[in-house]
T-cell receptor, first 113, second 115 residues
Framework: GNSVTQMEGPVTLSEEAFLTINCTYT??????LFWYVQYPGEGLQLLLK?????DKGSNKGFEATYRKETTSFHLEKGSVQVSDSAVYFC????????????FGAGTILRVKS | NAGVTQTPKFQVLKTGQSMTLQCAQD?????MYWYRQDPGMGLRLIYY???????DKGEVPNGYNVSRLNKREFSLRLESAAPSQTSVYFC??????????????FGAGSRLTVL
């Protein structure tokens, strides 16, 4: 069935460091892929998305490329800020579960000044 | 500009007690969802409502009931709470039915502890 696997956290970085959070998926067909972010005390917000292979989603300096050959959708940012500290969720829609979102376990990011 | 509003934000129950989590959205969205969030497990769908008057089970519906009261409101009820239902609950809505749902808007969450 559909599933999403994210790297375990927490990930702790210094300000201006490069960020990668790995995400791989298992799904039939051609799912759409998403990154959601949850800031402390808040609900999840959509960060970026990609709907087909080789698409790159981007927002607020974050990027992720839909790689069908490696079934991956890794999140990257060139220079993180303290304000990026949050929990990041990779998710997919499609395949076995139709159009309901399936989430990964989430990765905590802590950025130190 | 409220978006999705959930109440209460925090609740402590004893095993066997009942309670209802309330959710309302002011974006005129057709679809609404209830998720639970547990450490190391991400978000799991409990129930969803594709449109007013319809509800369907998600991944983990046991022990819960829902009511889509009208287009704005979608409540989640625990009839007899169990410690396994200790979790953070999120309500969400989307601007198309699940067949075309793409972006969910989430509430701030309700933290429930069952002793």
């Amino acid at each position: 069935g559909n599933s999403v696997t994210q790297m375990e956290g927490p990930v702790t970085l210094s300000e201006e460091a490069f960020l990668t959070i790995n995400c791989t998926y298992t799904a039939t067909g051609y799912p759409s892929l998403f990154w959601y972010v949850q800031y402390p005390g808040e609900g999840l917000q959509l960060l970026l998305k990609a709907t087909k292979a080789d698409d790159k989603g981007s927002n607020k300096g974050f990027e992720a490329t839909y790689r069908k050959e490696t079934t991956s959708f890794h999140l990257e940012k060139g220079s993180v800020q303290v304000s990026d500290s949050a929990v990041y969720f990779c998710a997919l829609k499609g395949g076995e579960y139709g159009n309901k979102l399936v989430f990964g376990a989430g990765t905590i990011l802590r950025v130190k000044s | 500009n409220a978006g999705v509003t959930q109440t209460p934000k925090f609740q402590v129950l004893k095993t066997g007690q009942s309670m209802t989590l309330q959710c309302a959205q002011d974006m005129n969205h057709n679809s609404m969802y209830w998720y639970r969030q547990d450490p190391g497990m991400g978000l799991r769908l409990i129930y969803y409502s594709a449109s007013e008057g319809t509800t369907d089970k998600g991944e983990v519906p046991n022990g819960y009931n829902v009511s889509r009261l009208n287009k704005r409101e979608f409540s989640l009820r625990l009839e007899s709470a169990a410690p396994s239902q200790t979790s953070v609950y999120f309500c969400a809505s989307s601007d198309r039915g699940p067949s075309g749902a793409n972006v969910l808007t989430f509430g701030a969450g309700s933290r429930l502890t069952v002793l």
